[in-house]
């Protein structure tokens, strides 16, 4: 076990988590109207009408098939019936038509931002090194995919990935696991760490405020007021004014 | 028996079924009641984050103030603080009411006003002052070894090596924070050296447009005039004032409110577009549409008030002076000859000098019109009478001579008390000779000028001039050939009558003759068919609705060096239609245009006339034209402007040299004045026992004094400190802007131009062979941003903005006078331009302790309108070889005691001369001792010192109550005692237009609380009586007061000898200057290759116009981050597609733009809004916002100003002489820039900066 692969394979996970945990908290108290998607969508809209639904649908997909991956042991698929042969058929092709609309939406998206003119402007440093890391760790998954899964023998990672990640969660870190991963995967891990270390200081945090709630709720809110006077907290010395009693109102 | 439960009431309100389905899921799991239709869900709690809205609107208090300095708008607004924070602003909606049947004028504001509040934090705010680092070396290394400020003041400047030092770094930064203390005492040092080494004249202040901050204004001029310094006239300066106003109605400008706009059934707007710069008004224009008002729009650019128009009228630039002309035609040959509309008859009748009779001359080979007809020339008792020189003639319905009333010669003399009216009593004067019942029909074929036509081959120099023959029906007058103006007007105007001699239009189709609509199509491209019905609709309409027809005038048509040209012919249409003085027609000009409603004691403040009288002051324009020194390369022969029938007077002269005579015959002021200190000349006189007026005289005739206008160059005679307040001249007005940099303040400058040949200089001045250079020693600016000026300036001074002080707004759009309230104090080291000169002012009187005591100085005062003084020159015959008399043949000579060491305290109280000379405004005398009384309750008096007991001014409040309580606008009393004044001077009853007001009083509280409705004053000529809107001259009309001219009518004609050298007796076409054929300039549309940097790119000559900015006028400048947002931001110049596309640019491109006069780097906005050959830079681009350095010179910079410089037109220099007379910012030569040609290149797209 070398120094070098106890710092990637515990210290970095943890500098990672630790980033995108209190990055998020940072954020969410410092920066609450900087909160946002930075929608561009005022700017160009026949290209962000393809790119932006077939990027978002296929990392949906992919980010379903890493859970069924890696934070489902083979064992409890074995339980239900599904045989490694079934998973890998599944996975590689399932994984294969998400990757593919994935990366063809975000080759749209990032065709857009370049080439049109107003976009390019509202483009910021960090959204850019933020493109780099997620083509990056798009790139590397699926070139892992196709030269192990696709045309390659298959490498179990479930085996191997999963249990470590599992092990990083459990506070029980197993790096040795990652000891023969082959480099392409290891390259996917390290930027997709890479990727959540940056993701509370980019437009990413939108995935925590998707508008999911968009879908079930009624259009018109209504919010009672509280019961204090106005919208401030009772200050003091100051009485609150009530209704008056209609009772008293009347004459007798 | 069937149940059926349904399970809603209602529909869902859903998109369909699966939104339905969705939410319909939802309702079992959320919290809250989703309603029955799944429209609304209803939550208890959760607004929490309200609290954040609620506060970002709410705000501690709402103070009323205004934008001050340039926005003739003058709308209150609501500003708003919040925590000691200027937040926000909003329009206030609490103007007295205009009455039923009439818009509102709330609420007023644009989107300029209201992004304002950005200035008070922004990152170019003045927050300190600034002193350049190479001065304030200087200066201190000299107070260390001198000690006295002023002396180390003088050893700095008369070192010729340090000063050059400290001139040539202005512009090029190096500006460091210095304190109040040192700031004020260079100020007051470099002021009391002036005035001991070089006279208080070489000192002079410029800044504009008092009536939008009127004590902010006058306390910097009060404290010039208490000094002796001069301030600089503006509106002519800024080409604002219409010169055809003096010369038409005797009158500043006097126009109608904005809401008479309503009152109008046909309404033009010529060169003004109304929404962008009168955008608070612009909506009374919009509902008089809906009234069924016509309106036109004459433009050549597709304006935004286009779209409010009817029609539209695309005229070349510079050309309206034909369109208005042939409208005139029309209407003179369909409603005055064809079929005499009685209404317009009876209107020239009264009103105008139509049917005063001219004599004609003999000029050569050729009869010309010649001077007006006066009882001087009729003989017998009626050439007697006092001022007969003065009294035109017209005739009577028989035919005999006759004496009117009302004429110049009535004004001032006091046998004619109660006859200066325009009664004509039983007289029904007869418009034409011809109309007499029994002339025998003689006739005379006269010849006039016409400068429409294109200069003939090899006679270039000589210009596009040339004579045309017309008759006008004559009868013999006192041995005289005469005619009458009215015949006059028919013979210019091209209406022919039956058996008159002369050649004439065959028709409208005629294009050759002028005058007719077909001759100015072939000028504007405007279809003749267009021009017909519009003139025919224009008088047809003001004939049905009695006058109402409206001619909205201004920038565009009025910033040509021509300009007042093209104006009498705009005002020829309003005033032989009678519609001056009606309600909802005549002229309506608003473009610089400030009323200073409580005008008389806005003077008595500002001119400091309550300690000493006259004050100096100057017309900018020549006073810039000679600091700057750009009568060393302009050369204008003023004999290319005259006419083909001209005697000869101009012959060998430049413009420069008409300036020369004018000044020394007394026309025109001019500071500096002497080649020598005008206390030294008291110093003198007094050693050599004689009176100063004396001693000038003599020394005049002797030849050892001279008039500095003589040799603008000697050192003696160099304008020496200079301050600006509420002003940027060099980077919005300042016309030759690169003559400015070079000559005035001797730093780096773009000027390309060539000086004047020895054959085309000036005759009278001296030319020196190294031109001056550096000439000014201070130049201190105090202002509440960076702008051009404070960049070029030793001292910059951190002024309060327009939402930190209290003042005075008034403006003639609206009849209100409302208040400045400091929303909160002055931040930073800012203070109110009241306090810096009150600071100032006390330094000053304490520096000069052992170097200025009591001083006598004298002051060359013009002679004036609105005076005794305008008879200087009988028939407008200028005449040669007269002996100096002064006040008649030159200036007058007035002695004023100046009170150096108690300067302050007089700045800072009420003088004496108020109440032992009263007030005087145009002519009617105001006695305040009521008021002062009154005031030194209110105000309070001084306790004790030198000025014990007299009514404090030590406050800007202070200074407004003043202001009010001496006006008759805001004071009934003086307004009726005005009033009754008048009465005895015409004989008619015109007080009761204010004596409902007598007891009326508008103070300060009272503007702060509410704008307040003025009252009729007899301070201006229209009536607000009863409610009514404000119309200019409805008392001249209504009331039979003349109008302050010759005849004390409306003048189309004007006699004066210089006006018949210029051809310019008559309303007349003339074409923009042609800049080819005078400078050398390129030829409009030529397509060329550039040489020198850009070679071999092509280039393309157009015409470069600087109209007002819809993202910088006037409330607001250029780099206020909001308007660079809504603007490209930047230097910018409009283009139309086909110009670009023949020097292959494109849009947003960096171009060159130059000339002779300098250079400016802009992008190109390439758009069809643009006609081609014609660009546009907007006006006031300052030189803070994207500047980088030019390839052609190699220098930064270059401003819209870069590529123009002044012109002075003779006509403007007139004085002595009826209604061409001097007064401040009513007659001067005007700083037009609409001339000029630029040559325009794409530039590398790589701009260093």
């Not at chain 1, 249990?163 to 969660?169: E, K, M, N």
């Not at chain 2, 206390?679 to 004396?694: F, N, R, S, T, V």
């Not at chain 2, 009033?979 to 009326?1000: K, N, P, V």
Request: aromatic content about 10%; hydrophobic content about 40%.
């Amino acid at each position: 076990m070398s120094a070098i692969e106890i710092v990637l394979w515990v210290a970095v996970p943890y500098v990672s988590i630790i980033a995108f945990i209190a990055g998020h908290i940072w954020r969410y108290r410092y920066d609450k109207f900087g909160w946002t998607t930075r929608s561009s969508q005022t700017y160009e809209n026949t290209l962000l009408r393809w790119g932006s639904p077939m990027f978002h649908l296929g990392i949906l997909m992919v980010l379903a098939g890493h859970v069924v991956g890696l934070f489902i042991p083979r064992e409890w698929l074995y339980a239900i019936g599904i045989t490694e042969e079934m998973y890998h058929w599944g996975a590689t092709v399932m994984g294969s038509f998400a990757a593919v609309l994935t990366l063809a939406g975000l080759a749209i998206l990032i065709y857009r931002r370049r080439t049109v003119g107003p976009v390019f402007l509202a483009t910021t440093v960090m959204d850019k090194v933020m493109y780099v890391f997620l083509a990056l760790t798009l790139g590397f998954g699926t070139l892992a995919t196709v030269v192990h899964q696709v045309f390659g023998s298959g490498f179990q990672y479930r085996e191997t990935i999963s249990p470590w990640l599992r092990s990083i969660f459990g506070f029980q870190p197993q790096p040795e696991l990652m000891a023969n991963v082959p480099i392409l995967f290891e390259l996917h891990v390290l930027s997709a760490l890479a990727l959540f270390a940056l993701w509370p200081f980019t437009r990413l945090v939108h995935v925590f405020s998707a508008p999911v709630g968009y879908l079930f709720r009624p259009y018109v809110v209504y919010r009672s007021r509280d019961d204090v006077q106005g919208t401030r907290a009772p200050k003091r010395g100051w009485d609150p004014i009530s209704t008056p009693d209609p009772q008293r109102l009347r004459r007798p | 028996m069937t149940q059926t439960e349904p399970r809603r009431r209602t529909a869902p309100a859903t998109d369909g079924p699966l939104a339905e389905a969705l939410v319909g899921m939802s309702r079992f799991v959320r919290r809250g009641d989703v309603s029955e239709d799944l429209r609304a869900l209803f939550l208890k709690g959760g607004r929490e984050g309200d609290v954040f809205y609620r506060d970002r609107w709410s705000h501690d208090k709402v103070v009323r103030s205004t934008h001050g300095v340039n926005c003739t708008g003058s709308c209150s607004w609501k500003v708003y603080v919040k925590d000691g924070i200027i937040t926000w602003e909003a329009q206030q909606t609490d103007y007295p009411s205009v009455g039923p049947d009439s818009p509102e004028y709330e609420p007023r504001g644009c989107p300029r006003g209201a992004a304002f509040s950005w200035y008070t934090y922004s990152p170019t705010r003045v927050r300190y002052p600034y002193i350049r680092e190479t001065l304030a070396r200087h200066y201190r290394a000299a107070k260390a070894q001198h000690g006295d400020p002023v002396e180390a003041w003088a050893s700095v400047v008369d070192d010729p090596e340090i000063s050059r030092a400290y001139k040539r770094a202005r512009g090029k930064g190096g500006l460091v924070r210095t304190t109040w203390d040192e700031a004020l005492e260079i100020a007051a040092a470099a002021h009391v050296h002036t005035i001991k080494r070089y006279g208080p004249d070489r000192i002079a202040g410029f800044s504009p447009i008092p009536a939008m901050s009127m004590v902010s204004h006058g306390a910097g001029s009060r404290f010039m005039s208490l000094i002796g310094g001069s301030m600089l006239s503006f509106y002519d300066w800024y080409a604002d004032l219409p010169v055809a106003s003096p010369q038409v109605f005797g009158d500043q400008t006097d126009v109608p409110e904005s809401a008479d706009w309503w009152n109008s059934s046909y309404l033009m707007m010529w060169g003004s577009n109304v929404p962008v710069t009168r955008t608070p008004d612009a909506h009374f224009m919009t509902e008089a549409r809906y009234r069924g008002q016509k309106v036109i729009t004459v433009s050549p650019d597709y304006t935004d008030n286009t779209k409010f128009a009817d029609e539209w009228v695309a005229p070349h630039p510079g050309t309206d002076g034909a369109l208005a002309f042939a409208m005139g035609h029309v209407i003179l040959k369909e409603f005055l000859v064809d079929r005499q509309t009685e209404r317009f008859v009876d209107y020239l009748r009264r009103y105008s000098d139509a049917p005063y009779l001219v004599a004609l001359e003999q000029r050569g080979e050729q009869l010309v019109p010649g001077k007006f007809v006066t009882a001087s020339d009729l003989g017998g008792e009626a050439a007697a009478a006092p001022r007969a020189d003065f009294k035109t003639v017209l005739l009577d319905q028989q035919g005999s001579p006759v004496v009117p009333n009302g004429s110049l010669g009535h004004r001032f003399t006091p046998e004619d008390e109660g006859r200066w009216n325009l009664d004509l009593g039983t007289t029904v004067p007869p418009l034409s000779v011809a109309d007499v019942p029994d002339w025998d029909g003689a006739s005379a074929e006269i010849a006039l000028p016409r400068f429409d036509l294109a200069p003939e081959p090899g006679q270039e120099h000589a210009g596009g001039s040339g004579v045309l023959l017309r008759g006008v029906p004559t009868m013999e007058v006192a041995g005289r050939t005469v005619t009458t103006v009215f015949d006059l007007m028919l013979a210019q105007y091209g209406v022919a009558r039956a058996g008159l001699p002369g050649s004439w239009p065959s028709g409208y189709d005629d294009a050759e003759a002028p005058g007719t609509p077909a001759w100015q199509q072939e000028l504007t491209s405007v279809p003749a068919e267009q021009v017909i019905r519009i003139g025919r609709e224009f008088a047809d309409n003001a004939e049905q609705s009695g006058g109402r027809s409206m001619i909205l005038m201004g920038a565009g048509t009025n910033h040509w060096f021509h300009s007042d040209t093209i104006y009498r012919t705009f005002l020829a249409l309003t005033t032989m239609t009678g519609c001056q003085g009606v309600n909802g027609g005549g002229w309506a000009h608003y473009v610089g245009q400030e009323k200073v409603r409580p005008l008389t004691g806005y003077s008595q403040y500002a001119t400091a006339a309550d300690w000493n009288r006259p004050a100096r002051l100057a017309i900018g324009t020549a006073f810039w034209y000679l600091a700057s020194e750009q009568w060393r390369y302009d050369g204008l022969p003023a004999d290319q402007l005259a006419s083909p029938l001209a005697r000869g007077t101009f012959a060998g002269r430049t413009t420069a040299d008409c300036l020369v005579e004018s000044t020394k015959r007394g026309w025109m002021p001019s500071f500096p004045t002497f080649s020598r200190n005008p206390l030294d000349l008291c110093d003198e006189a007094e050693a050599a026992g004689k009176e100063p007026a004396q001693h000038i005289v003599d020394s005049l005739t002797d030849g050892s004094l001279h008039y500095a206008v003589e040799d603008p160059g000697a050192p003696e005679n160099f304008p020496r400190v200079i301050s600006m307040w509420r002003a940027n001249v060099l980077g919005s007005s300042g016309k030759g802007n690169e003559y400015f940099l070079k000559h005035l303040l001797g730093t780096d400058a773009a000027v390309r131009a060539e000086e004047s040949g020895p054959g085309e200089r000036p005759r009278d001045m001296v030319w020196r062979e190294e031109a001056a250079s550096g000439k000014l020693d201070l130049l201190m600016t105090a202002d509440f941003r960076m702008t051009s000026t404070t960049l070029f300036s030793d001292l910059v001074f951190p002024a309060a903005t327009w939402y930190e002080k209290y003042d005075l707004s008034s403006t003639d759009m609206h009849p209100f006078i409302h208040s400045f309230n400091p929303a909160i104090n002055p931040p930073w080291q800012t203070k109110t331009d009241f306090d810096l000169f009150g600071e100032l002012a006390k330094r000053f009187s304490e520096l000069c302790e052992g170097h200025l005591g009591v001083r006598r100085d004298v002051v060359a005062a013009p002679l004036q309108h609105d005076t005794p003084d305008v008879m200087a020159t009988p028939h407008g015959r200028v005449p040669e070889g007269a002996p100096l008399v002064p006040g008649v043949t030159m200036p007058k000579l007035i002695v004023v005691e100046r009170d150096y060491p108690a300067l302050y305290d007089r700045w800072r109280s009420l003088g004496p001369l108020t109440e032992q000379l009263g007030m005087t405004t145009k002519a009617i005398t105001y006695r305040p001792d009521e008021e002062i009384e009154a005031l030194g309750h209110s105000n309070g008096v001084h306790p004790s010192g030198r000025v014990a007991g007299r009514v404090r001014l030590d406050s800007d409040k202070r200074a407004c109550e003043m202001i009010l309580a001496f006006s008759g606008t805001s004071n009934g009393r003086l307004a009726v005692q005005g009033f009754r004044q008048l009465e005895q001077r015409t004989g008619q009853r015109i007080a009761h237009l204010a004596e409902d007001h007598e007891g009326s009083r508008i103070t300060f509280a009272d503007v702060q609380q509410q704008p307040r409705s003025v009252i009729t004053s007899p301070e201006w000529s229209g009536s607000e009586h009863g409610g009514r809107r404000y119309t200019a001259f409805a008392i001249n009309v209504e009331h039979l007061k003349p109008w302050h001219t010759l005849t004390g009518r409306q003048h189309f004609y004007l006699d004066h000898d210089w006006m018949e050298e210029l051809g310019e007796n008559l309303p007349i076409y003339r074409p923009p200057l042609d800049m080819h054929r005078l400078f050398g300039d390129a030829k409009i549309g030529h397509v060329g290759e550039a040489t020198g940097p850009g070679a071999g790119q092509a280039e393309v000559a157009v015409r470069y116009l600087t109209p007002h900015s819809k993202w910088s006028i006037h409330s607001e400048y250029q780099d206020n981050l909001f308007m660079l947002s809504l603007s490209r931001g930047g230097p910018t110049i409009w283009m139309s597609p086909q110009d670009a596309g023949k020097v292959g640019v494109r849009d947003n491109d960096w171009i060159e733009s130059y000339n002779r006069n300098g250079v400016v780097v802009a992008r190109a906005i390439v758009s069809h809004r643009m006609p081609e050959g014609t660009v546009f830079m907007y006006h006031a681009k300052d030189r803070t916002i994207d500047v980088p350095i030019a390839e052609t010179s190699g220098k930064r910079g270059g401003i819209h100003n870069s590529l123009t410089r002044i012109l002075l037109k003779p006509s403007h220099l007139i004085g002595g002489y009826a209604q061409l007379a001097w007064a401040f910012n009513y007659l001067g030569p005007t700083g037009n820039q609409r001339d000029e040609v630029t040559t325009i290149r794409r530039r590398s797209q790589e701009v260093e900066y």
